[in-house]
């Protein structure tokens, strides 16, 4: 239902273009990515290694890369666009009220894009 929304942080605590982190009501680290002021959350790991995105991620636009071993994401579907990267990320929906942003906890079902 919705309410089982989860709080993670305030919406101006993740610039526009920049990364930020929050926990998972399960524990789990996410990454929020700001893209021109919409908000995309996933589970905080490359889907390749273990790289934390917060930590090694470089946003430009929609397009995440790690910086690991360059591999990219669209952070608005999910998807894995470059190698090495084929996993999709594990995402969640999103929503800010009153500036705050909400997620549900429970991991979207990727659905490749057009
Ligand atoms: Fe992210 Fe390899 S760990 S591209």
């Known amino acids: ?3 089982d929304w989860a709080f993670l942080c ?3 605590e993740v610039p526009v273009g920049e990364i ?3 926990k998972h009501p399960g524990g789990m680290d996410l990454a929020i990515f700001n893209v021109e002021g919409e908000f995309f959350v996933a589970v905080d790991r490359c889907t390749h290694g ?3 995105f917060y930590d090694e ?3 430009n636009g929609h397009i995440l890369e790690c910086a690991w071993h360059n591999g ?3 952070v ?3 998807a894995a666009l470059t190698m090495p990267c084929r996993v999709p990320l594990r ?3 999103t929503q800010v009220i009153d500036g705050d942003i909400y997620i549900n906890p429970r991991a979207k079902r990727f659905q490749k894009p057009d």
């Open 1 to 3: 239902s919705s309410d």
């Open 10 to 12: 305030k919406a101006d």
């Open 20 to 22: 930020g982190t929050a």
């Open 50 to 52: 273990a790289a934390s």
């Open 57 to 59: 991620g470089e946003l």
């Open 72 to 74: 990219t994401f669209d």
């Open 76 to 78: 608005r579907s999910g």
């Open 91 to 93: 995402s969640f929906e």
